[in-house]
């Protein structure tokens, strides 16, 4: 079978593990040629209290026309921090002019969580994140994201119901495949996918503490195994797991994310398994 050839777009924030620095080593573990777009270069993360970024949209405009007369294409193509709006357009760029037939569009909003925007995004951020998920094959935003694309009131404790009513609402701007991150009930977490008009729920056990990146980890992995098996619910297990191991091989992450480092060793070294064949334990 050919090696297939992804494009993630995101930023690269030289500390912190988090959007590029997760993205490219966890795609290639999974055995895809992973090619990359940086939007911005940040010192570090936005939830540190400073930092600086520069961004690369201008860049972006050359090294697109490069690709055009070298004629690459790409079979998937996966987004996660963007940045800006100018950025924005620049993914809807490489969708339209660098795409295989059939290729799938994987986005993750990446603007927002607990109830609130990140630092440098506002309304109008919004708003084109709303115009690109039009793109997409699958949507990968957390309940947050949904609540801001779908015009939903956030609720913190939201029961899952109440979630599946936002879900729905944000399906009626994309023709996506929506699979919602980070729901929480009964002291588990998962994800709600909404597809074909129906639900389907994938459920891990919620593990203490808050970890910077577990999304662009998760973002990551579910990427790699839906393209080497086009199963979603699949997917989403396989990511939880790593996402798991992840965060218990990590101490003190200091805001540096989760050392998934240690889980991707371990995912090569399990005895007969492929990354793609992994156990599903969380799949309900």
Known sequence: M?????????????????????????????GIETCVL?????????????????????????????????????????TGY??????????????????EEGAPIVIDPAFGDYGRLYPAFDRSYVAAMGELIRSAHILLPN???????????????????????????LSRMTPAAIVMTGAESGGQTGELIYAGGEFTEVWTPLLPGRFHGTGDLFAAAFTAAYLQSGDLAGACG???????????ATGDPRGCGVNFECALANLRNRPGETPAEHPNPSAG
Request: charged residues 15%; glycine residues 6%.
């Open 143 to 169: 309940f947050t994201e949904v609540c801001f694309l779908s015009g939903t009131e956030y609720q913190s404790a939201a029961p899952p119901a109440y979630m599946k009513e936002a879900v729905v609402r």
């Open 2 to 30: 050919p090696q297939k050839r992804i494009l993630t777009m995101q930023d690269l924030s030289c500390v912190g593990r988090c959007s590029l620095t997760v993205a490219l080593p966890v795609l290639s573990a999974y």
């Open 82 to 99: 963007l940045g800006s709006p100018a950025a924005i357009d620049v993914a809807r760029a490489c969708f339209q002019g660098f795409s």
């Open 38 to 78: 940086p939007t911005a270069i940040l010192s570090n993360h936005t939830a540190f209290p400073r930092w600086s970024c520069l961004d690369l949209s201008e860049e972006a405009g050359r090294i697109m026309a490069a690709w055009r007369e070298n004629g690459f294409r790409f079979d998937g193509f996966l």
């Open 238 to 248: 396989e990511a939880n797991l790593l996402v798991s191991e992840s965060i218990a």
